[in-house]
């Protein structure tokens, strides 16, 4: 399945290279939206959130009204993420509050899932040279992606693998993190970072993964599909 991300900053839609450098940004959200409304599900991100600052919230609002979205972006504690499911999110990405003094925090998953169901959880697995990265990307720790994988499996319905080091640059994802956490398991697994081309989001479906895709989408390099291939 094709996800396409929507990544929000400073009121606009825009699109980082590797969650540091813009590199697009667009204020034509309705268009977007025409665009996305075919998807079964729209990856919804607040960078600003992500970072500390003020959250987008009205985008949020606007955009969780007319697409199905999974929303993640600065969502560390229980009254967040019951915020953006009352918004309308489907569910809700978490990340960095997974990971606290250096361990990850299993507590705090099974908190989340006791809360809201396994099925209303993403477990973000930001990796900058195969660590986890955190609090926007800019604190890398000692864990591994395959680490958070195995404590956490139980408490979530997905993880959403990011591959730092690719992401922006439209020069592919590699596979074999991808195919290391696939095997480790059975939830869904969703990954992002440089997907540029079908033929990818082709491999990763043969593999039973789904894929964000955001620069490639938003410069035209990958064109909308008429069908696309879905989960079972």
Not at 7 to 18: E, F, P
Not at 47 to 62: V, Y
Request: aromatic share 6%; proline share 4%.
């Amino acid at each position: 399945m094709l996800i396409p991300s929507i990544d929000l900053m400073g009121g606009k839609v825009v699109q980082l290279i590797q969650g540091e450098k813009k590199a697009l940004e667009f204020e034509n959200f309705s268009e977007w939206v025409a665009k996305f409304s075919g998807f079964p599900l729209v990856q919804l991100i607040d960078l600003d959130a992500a970072m500390g600052r003020a959250p987008n919230s009205e985008l949020i609002r606007f955009f969780v009204n007319q697409l199905s979205c999974q929303v993640g972006g600065g969502i560390r504690t229980i009254e967040a993420a019951q915020a953006a499911l009352d918004l309308g999110a489907k569910r809700v990405i978490l990340g960095s509050t997974l990971i606290q003094n250096g361990a990850i925090n299993v507590a705090f998953a099974q908190t989340l899932a006791k809360e809201f169901g396994p099925d209303k959880l993403v477990f973000a697995i930001d990796a900058r040279g195969g660590k986890i990265a955190i609090r926007g990307w800019k604190e890398v720790t000692a864990i591994t992606p395959l680490e958070v994988v195995r404590g956490l499996d139980r408490y979530c319905g997905a993880f959403l693998y990011t591959h730092i080091d690719s992401e922006g640059l439209m020069k592919g994802l590699p596979l074999e993190p991808v195919r290391e956490l696939r095997a480790a398991s059975s939830k869904q697994l969703i990954a992002a970072g440089g997907i540029t081309t079908h033929e990818e989001i082709g491999t990763l479906h043969k593999m039973g993964v789904d894929a964000v895709v955001g620069m490639a989408l938003y410069l035209g390099r990958l064109q909308l599909p008429d069908t696309i291939p879905v989960s079972k």
